[in-house]
């Protein structure tokens, strides 16, 4: 039988490991394929800009 001290004890540490647990889920569900697809839309962006600069560029040039 557990005395409270342990029990706290035990309750205190599933809820952080539970905690750590749910947290990591989110950050792998969430919060990593938000970063990487930001990204590489930003990336898309930029080449965009930068072809259509190329472009006028090359028009001045001739």
């Known amino acids: 039988m557990l005395d409270f001290s342990e029990f ?3 309750v205190l540490f599933m809820f952080i490991f539970t905690a750590g647990f749910w947290l990591l889920i ?19 962006k930029l080449k965009k800009k930068l072809k259509k600069l190329l472009k006028r560029v090359s028009k001045l040039l001739i």
């Open 8 to 10: 706290s004890g035990l």
């Open 26 to 44: 989110f950050l792998l569900t969430f919060v990593v394929p938000y970063w990487i697809g930001g990204t590489i839309w930003e990336n898309m």
